[in-house]
């Protein structure tokens, strides 16, 4: 079993930058994928970014694409995930998830970390 818990949520301005950290307990997180998905109110899971365990290979969605980062500190047990110029539109409830491949699906989920961009 992995206990997947992302912090570094907040309300920032648009064009501001935040870091989200996915910290992971259990078991060798460096043998997980991991990927960030986002979820807006009234609308479905987003896929926004994702890792292979070594952390050589990276895949984002379209919509993020050149605004996000993802990296991930395997001696840490932590995912991180770098958003810069950020939008309104891109307030959602952030979560962590992990698998064993790198394009899903993911079996382990965390609880979530809200990101609010005003205006």
């Known amino acids: 079993q992995v206990q997947l818990v992302e912090s570094g949520g907040g309300l920032v301005q648009a064009g501001g930058s935040l870091r989200l950290s996915c910290a992971a307990f259990?078991?060798?997180?460096?043998?997980?994928?991991m990927a960030w998905f986002r979820q807006a109110p009234g609308k479905e899971r987003e896929f926004v970014a994702a890792?292979?365990?070594?952390?050589?290979?990276?895949r984002y969605a379209d919509s993020v694409k050149g605004r996000r980062t993802i990296f991930r500190d395997n001696a840490k047990n932590t995912v991180y995930l770098q958003m810069d110029s950020l939008k309104p539109e891109d307030t959602a409830v952030y979560l962590c998830?992990?698998?064993?491949?790198?394009?899903?699906?993911?079996?382990?989920w965390g609880q979530g970390t809200q990101v609010t961009v005003s205006s």
């Open positions: 998830a992990g698998g064993l491949f790198f394009s899903g699906p993911y079996r382990y």
């Open positions: 259990g078991r060798t997180f460096s043998s997980y994928a």
């Open positions: 890792i292979n365990p070594s952390g050589t290979s990276t």
